[in-house]
């Protein structure tokens, strides 16, 4: 994969992707490859490039091997360094051995969470798979996990990016996206004085949504995969894949636009 770091005077630029569920076996398979090869197509004819770019998991749609060489090909040819975090319909020993590029923060568990210190936002994945349903977890060995690395330095501004929104989505089917609260409230007090945590990205609602852990904004977005998009959009963008650019900059923080890769 290229990198092409271009970020200016402690600015930077992200690109969100997320649940772009690739699936060769889907009736809908080779319209999520294509819809996928747009958004690419359009990240890397962005002026400036973006710093980098994450995708908030479900990268396949209950994934194999076969699933993430497709996912990779597409990917491949971004133009920035991509950053993945784990969905519940993927693998984690594949997003791990081939997306997962950061420092690994709990390299003895099956846990996906790492961080990446080359920008001027430090970027943490975080892993909110659960063990048994396809909802949000997060239990002490991962919270125990996120307080460590934040611990490691409280003064540069950090976002986190994750698979299941850790807030209420009221016009959701599942108002609340993790197993319990129990799991929320071990993120939320992790996260609790940490000023410096100034956004959180997500996915997995497939739709656009906003809410708060801990006084940190937190938001989704919705499916790259136009198929199992949620929510209302204009007629104009109703055949474009959608996704999200977060402009940082050090005076205002994250300035976040939808955009539609045509
Ligand atoms: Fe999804």
Request: net charge negative.
């Amino acid at each position: 994969m290229r990198h092409a770091a271009c970020y200016t005077l402690g600015g930077m630029i992200i690109a969100q992707i997320s649940d772009t569920h690739i699936d060769p076996d889907s009736p809908y398979g080779a319209e999520r490859v294509r819809n996928l090869e747009r958004c690419v197509d359009d990240i890397n004819r962005l002026d400036p490039l973006p710093d980098a770019v994450i995708h908030t998991g479900d990268l396949v749609h209950n994934g194999n091997a076969a699933k993430y060489r497709v996912a990779a090909r597409i990917l491949g040819a971004l133009k920035c360094p991509l950053h993945v975090a784990a969905g519940n319909r993927d693998d984690r020993a594949a997003i791990r051995s081939i997306f997962a590029a950061g420092r690994d923060l709990l390299p003895d568990t099956p846990f996906v969470q790492y961080s990446v210190d080359a920008y001027p936002v430090r970027l943490i994945a975080l892993d909110t798979l659960s063990e048994t349903t396809n909802m949000g977890d997060f239990c002490d060995i991962r919270g125990d996990g996120l307080r460590a690395a934040l611990a490691e330095d409280g003064a540069k501004p950090t976002a986190l990016f994750m698979h299941h929104p850790p807030f209420e989505i009221r016009e959701s089917q599942y108002r609340w996206q993790y197993d319990s609260q129990d799991a929320i409230d071990r993120m939320r007090r992790a996260l609790e004085g940490q000023g410096h945590v100034i956004r959180g990205f997500c996915g997995h609602a497939h739709r656009i949504a906003a809410g708060k852990i801990a006084e940190v904004p937190v938001t989704s977005t919705p499916s790259v995969a136009i198929d199992l998009r949620l929510g209302a959009f204009p007629d104009e963008v109703q055949s474009a894949p959608l996704y999200q650019i977060h402009r940082f900059d050090a005076r205002r923080g994250f300035v976040s636009e939808l955009r539609a890769a045509p």
